[in-house]
């Protein structure tokens, strides 16, 4: 069982039009190259630039996370590169909360899905009543025990919240995050391929889930969400 503690602010979540830009320019929650330039292209196409363009809100740039495992002998099976993942989610943790504590809306830009640990984390430390909308043809929700690739990108989810903290193992460099967000307060929209045991979370615990297909079946409408 994974099991820490930490204190939680109890600050108050209002509409923000000022912007905290994140680059996270990390690939090791999956075996593939070229995701960790993505922050680096962006910022290059223009995309402060554009940003700042838009009226009323300000922009402010917070460069890249800085990412180094200090303990890079640690192991868990089927968990590729934990100490890695758990280095750079931990500082993105912190960076996010720092951005909204100055008052700004986090832009965390990536890098691979296992940096959703890290961005959830540092929403949750600062505003604890939070839901979280996962837009995602995939629903990040498996464990080491269930996923069949042991890549960290397909874990996120599973990592956040408190209802599956019971089917992890300890988990080496991790105890910085609790799982304490509820799945209760969790909604999926376009996903379109879940692993077995993803799907039997899923239906458990009633998330909701909008299948893309279904929301726009001829691909041409943008989607508006509204939590009510």
Not at 45 to 74: F, M, P, S, T, W
């Amino acid at each position: 069982m994974r099991s820490s503690s930490r204190n939680m602010s109890q600050a108050k979540w209002e509409p923000l039009k000022n912007v905290g830009i994140i680059g996270v320019p990390f690939e090791k929650g999956q075996k593939k190259y070229g995701v960790s330039v993505a922050p680096a292209a962006l910022r290059s196409a223009g995309l402060v630039r554009q940003l700042k363009e838009i009226d009323g809100v300000d922009v402010k740039d917070y460069g890249d996370i800085e990412i180094q495992a200090n303990h890079v002998d640690a192991h868990v099976d089927n968990m590729a590169y934990l100490p890695l993942v758990s280095a750079c989610n931990r500082n993105l943790s912190q960076k996010v909360s720092k951005v909204l504590q100055d008052g700004r809306l986090p832009v965390t830009i990536g890098g691979d899905h296992s940096i959703g640990v890290g961005t959830v984390d540092g929403h949750y430390n600062v505003n604890e009543d939070m839901i979280l909308i996962w837009v995602d043809a995939h629903a990040d929700i498996n464990t080491n025990k269930t996923s069949g690739s042991g890549s960290v990108h397909g874990m996120p989810v599973a990592l956040l919240v408190k209802e599956l903290s019971d089917y992890w193992p300890y988990l080496p460099t991790m105890d910085w995050q609790v799982p304490k967000f509820s799945i209760k307060n969790l909604g999926y929209i376009g996903l379109r391929s879940v692993d077995h045991y993803e799907r039997l979370v899923i239906e458990k615990y009633n998330s909701i889930n909008h299948i893309l297909h279904t929301l726009d079946p001829d691909k041409k409408k943008p989607i508006h969400y509204e939590v009510v």
